[in-house]
């Protein structure tokens, strides 16, 4: 059974970067489509990013100048980082497995989510 | 941005039936797809490409529609039902969310 797991800070000052890592167990990263989901304190959810079995990344445009989806595959673990936080930052992080068909794509498994605070 | 107009809250009784609907402002063709968030949990999804329904998940659960207008049906509803419902479309660029359908289970 597929699970994932978020981990990094969860405290950060403003203007430094955010960086959390999503540790994959019983699957491999080299399949599917691996994205990065938050939610923010009144539970506006936003998608922001993906890194395909290939390594190809997909970002929203939000998001385009300021993040960078990463993966290492012999660790089975992909990574977020996310520049110049500012306090608009500090949601629920959630990694998420992406199945897909040939044209729709879709967040089948989550992590348990990390709560990430941006405050001096 | 393609936005998602979820109603903010329904209150049903264990038993009956329950109708969360979903309004893209513009076609998502059936690239529609709805999750269940519990309080302090991780969502789970329930339905993909607008009426699958994802393996394990009850068959209480049901989805229809396409276009712009998508619904999420429970029936009958039970007590564990008790969550916050979001529907996802991935036809356009960002992928995005509606604000979510709290249910209450009276």
């Known amino acids: 059974e597929v699970q994932l797991q978020e981990s990094g800070p969860g405290l950060v000052k403003p203007s430094q970067s955010l960086s959390l890592t999503c540790s994959v167990t019983?699957?491999?990263?080299?399949?599917?489509?691996w994205g990065w989901i938050r939610k923010f304190p009144g539970n506006k959810m936003e998608w922001m990013g993906y890194?395909?079995?290939?390594?190809?990344?997909s970002y929203n445009p939000s998001l385009k100048s300021r993040i960078s989806i990463t993966r290492d595959t012999s660790k089975n673990q992909f990574f977020l980082q996310l520049n110049s936080v500012t306090t608009e930052d500090t949601a629920t992080y959630y990694c998420?497995?992406?199945?897909?068909?040939?044209?729709?794509?879709?967040?089948?498994?989550w992590g348990q989510g990390t709560l990430v605070t941006v405050s001096s | 941005d393609t936005v998602l107009t979820q109603s903010p809250a329904l209150a049903v009784s264990p038993g009956e039936r329950v109708t969360i609907s979903c309004r893209a402002s513009e076609s998502v063709s059936t690239l529609m797809h709805w999750y269940q968030q519990k309080p302090g949990q991780q969502p789970t999804l329930l339905i993909y490409?607008?009426?699958n329904l994802e393996s394990g998940v009850p068959a209480r659960f049901s989805g229809s529609g396409s276009g712009t207008d998508f619904t999420l049906t429970i029936d009958p509803v039970e007590a564990d039902d008790t969550a916050t419902y979001y529907c996802q479309q991935s036809w356009n660029d960002p992928f995005t969310f509606g604000s979510g359908t709290k249910l209450e289970i009276k």
């Open positions: 890194i395909s079995y290939s390594g190809s990344t």
């Open positions: 998420a497995r992406m199945d897909f068909t040939i044209a729709a794509i879709w967040f089948a498994y």
């Open positions: 019983g699957y491999s990263i080299t399949s599917n489509y």
């Open positions: 490409l607008a009426s």
